[in-house]
């Protein structure tokens, strides 16, 4: 009978993708199931970003906005980024945070129809999707609401008086994949814009938004895409709603922002949506991040990822059942993305007791184990390692000491 | 009869900074008066962005952000900045563009006083400044109105119906200071708080937030604090107000961003005006420019670069008389900043002519040559090197060809 690690090794042997693991920066002996919330270090971002340092900024100095093209670098890679996502040129920059785009597409949704007062979301979306929410409806003084339903509902309350529409595709404890193009069809039938956040489906599941329909997304940086700790988020504006109107007009938005004119007029396209000056350190990390997983196919991107989990599942059933797991991701491939979630009441302190075996995933309050599987960078028996150590630790329980006990401000 | 040169030498000579030049990376030959533009880059910059980029991410991987200290650095850095601006500990916070900080501070000086719908500037103030004015008068639909009056009227414009008066302390283009203290105290007498603009004060200029009684300020981190481009902002919020909200509540201002509750609670101090994520890179290079001018004294910084000014101004009196320079600045020391600005009609033209031969300077549409003096870097002698440059191209004609009447899109 084989066993799960030459079943595992096996599947190694024959993976397409082997060949991109040499391509990062990962200890021998280490097993990083964290990559959907800081992605590894390719090895070539270390040569980029001495480069960038020393010769563009050390030498053309000023002169790099043009000699070396940092001023178009947002667009540049931003469009790198669309094709990823199934964006046409041209409608996606790379700036700012996650949390800040969401914003300006918030209030890019509203300015095109601007009677309709209500931004709808969904509970338990990821929190910075709520927070900007909150901060808009805030600040308009009561104009716009923001309000959220339970996922199986969010849908039903659709109506001509939203403005907008922000879930996120894959959800962030979960996993589970919502269909981008019924939930934007469906969208459309009220005339309501949806704003995908795609912070943990960019590079990890195929996305096509051209196909949906979509109106606007944005995305993470520093998970799939490997841009490093902090790395500048995206957004996508469909190009019919490129003359909306961002709350956050700066400078690098402006049509001539070199006129140094008092009066803010709007570039024409994408370029529109940026707004100070571009972060140029983080984005010659995420452009060499953004290369590197462009050099792979998609759809064996995905294949990978499913063959992963699916060897996590069965290997969980094998070696932790009986031990107080639930599997919180959705069972079906199709409809999961690239992480696999289990609770545990002792969620916390196993995590903690994994990290000291140099199994690396990470914990959701209140009780969420979270691998995340990139299929990039992980053979299959890096799963296996992580299974056998988990139930090793549960066993045994190595897991149950005061300092594992205790949760840190940041897990 | 002493010479220019010899007076510069002699200058040199007997420069108390003159240690810091070695510190940075600049060619023999160059002159580089663009430091109030991009900074230069600190040479130890280059060792402390290939520790973050190789042992922070690549080896701690998602550790780091409390192994590394990432999860404080916007705080550590901020305290720092403050230090150099006279704010207390716990009143700065490095995040962001200054364009974003601008509107967390417009945002939040509304949010003390909503019943007020006015926010001031004056005409010609960076345009990012009123850009981002215009984008709250937008988006909140009519209730705030952007007000903006010529510099010398503005304060006359203060009225119990202002909410917040943004005005930049030095300005970009011509270097005229704004007593802070003065202006700070007028404003406060019609309960008006002031966003003070520090992009070309910090690091250039003896600032005390405190001893003005300020109430707001942000700041730009690759000018003079050398922090490379695109480098993170700062915002400073007085004590005093930091109950208010920005309109930009994001995850990392929640009091406790890992609980990933649905509902936003800002954190009690400064942090709450963070976002979204922060950008470790940037932040990492901004940290080495900043404990770098620290180490140098500021009464001694701005001596410096009154001399160097001084100087500047004496030998295009010796050297341009006549050949059409306006001194855009003010003569009086006491009044001008760290840079030093000429109007001429071919003043395009001239400084692409001068960037031929080495000299870096930079224009301000429509007509600004504008020059910095870093006093950390620059010597004496590239002073007269510039004036002697400039002399002869002018003198010349040839700054009179084709390419460089053209106008570039980023100069």
Redesign the interface.
Known sequence: MTTLLEHAEALDAADPLRHFRSEF?L?EGLV?L?GN??G??PHA??TR??ET??T????G??????GAD??NAPRRIGDKIGKLIGARPGEVIAC?????NI?KAL?AA??LQ?DRSVILSE???F??D???M???T????G?IQAV?AAAEEVLDRLDTNVAALLLTQVHYKSGLVRDMAAVTARAHRHGVPVIWDLSHSVGAIPVDLTAANADFAIGCG?KFLNG??????FLHVAGRHQKA??????????N?????????VPADGIERFL?????????A?LETGVDLIARADMQALRRKSQKLADLFIAAMAERCADLGFALVSPRDPGLRGSHVSYAHPQGYAMMQAL?ARDV?G?F??PDVMRFGLTPLYLRYVDIVTAVETLADIARSGAWDTPEYRVR????
Chains 1, 2 share one sequence.
Request: proline share 7%; charged share 15%.
């Open positions: 920066a200890r990083y964290d919330s800081l590894a270090l971002t270390r970003i001495a340092v020393a563009e900024w050390g030498e100095l000023i002169t790099s906005w043009l940092w001023v700012d945070s996650t949390s800040i914003f209030t509203i300015s601007p509970t338990g979306n929190p910075t709520l927070y900007m909150q901060g808009v805030a600040f308009s003084g104009r959220t520093y490093g700790p902090g790395a500048p988020a109107v961002p709350a956050l007009s700066g400078w690098f938005g402006h001539r922002p070199f006129d140094f004119d008092d009066d803010y707004c100070g000056t571009p972060q140029v350190l983080g984005l990390a990290k690396i990470d959701r309050a840190a401000a940041v897990t």
